[in-house]
T-cell receptor
Framework: DAGVIQSPRHEVTEMGQEVTLRCKPI?????LFWYRQTMMRGLELLIY????????DSGMPEDRFSAKMPNASFSTLKIQPSEPRDSAVYFC?????????????FGPGTRLTVL | EDQVTQSPEALRLQEGESSSLNCSYT??????LFWYRQDPGKGPEFLFT???AGEEKEKERLKATLTKKESFLHITAPKPEDSATYLC??????????????FGKGTKLTVNP
């Protein structure tokens, strides 16, 4: 079975540009999570969806960040405009909530560098 | 606020030298405690979930245990391929079924041959 798929794997952009990160969750999973990982702050939850509906976006740093999940097999995280402090590794994870276990499975991540 | 503290930040072992990693947590009702392994340049890989104090789980050279305030990841006779960063995370039961995980900053383990 394919795991969580993320694209691109690496993104280098200049300050002020729009960045879109993409995620395909594991088929059959009904929850999707976006995380950001930095050396200073570790792994932080940005937002998560259940059945395509945003449930908790309290970790989204500011209005420059937005996330969508138009269907069960696709989600995007957009940063507009990007800033150097957004440089980090962004992970997408998915889980199935409802079987008594809701283990989150992570994708390989997107390494974002904003110059 | 839910918090997770892992210690030590880094640990160097010789092959075969057993040790333990610590994860201390404060949470308003524990729903689950998760251990992940992360290799450089990769996403976290699930290892274990523990749900209640006294529970233990094992996988190869790893054993995870849980008390009301902390969890330990015991590594018995480690091998170089066990080198990775080990992450601990908690899920609280107090948020109406929220699946939110709060992660510690991890312990970077290096096992020398």
């Amino acid at each position: 079975d394919a795991g969580v798929i993320q694209s691109p794997r690496h993104e280098v952009t200049e300050m002020g540009q729009e960045v879109t990160l993409r995620c395909k969750p594991i088929s059959g999973h009904n929850s999707l999570f976006w995380y950001r990982q930095t050396m200073m702050r570790g792994l932080e939850l940005l937002i998560y969806f259940n059945n395509n509906v945003p449930i908790d976006d309290s970790g989204m740093p500011e209005d420059r960040f937005s996330a969508k999940m138009p269907n069960a097999s696709f989600s995007t995280l957009k940063i507009q405009p990007s800033e150097p402090r957004d440089s980090a590794v962004y992970f997408c994870a998915s889980s199935y909530q409802g079987q008594g276990t809701d283990t989150q499975y992570f994708g390989p991540g997107t390494r974002l560098t904003v110059l | 606020e839910d918090q997770v503290t892992q210690s030590p930040e880094a640990l160097r072992l010789q092959e075969g030298e057993s040790s333990s990693l610590n994860c201390s947590y404060t949470v308003s009702g524990l729903r689950g405690l998760f251990w992940y392994r992360q290799d450089p340049g990769k996403g976290p890989e699930f290892l274990f979930t523990l749900y209640s104090a006294g529970e233990e789980k094992e996988k190869e050279r790893l054993k995870a245990t849980l008390t009301k305030k902390e969890s330990f990841l015991h590594i018995t006779a480690p091998k170089p391929e066990d080198s990775a960063t080990y992450l601990c995370a908690v899920q609280a039961s107090s948020q109406g079924g929220s699946e939110k995980l709060v992660f510690g900053k991890g312990t970077k383990l290096t096992v020398n041959p």
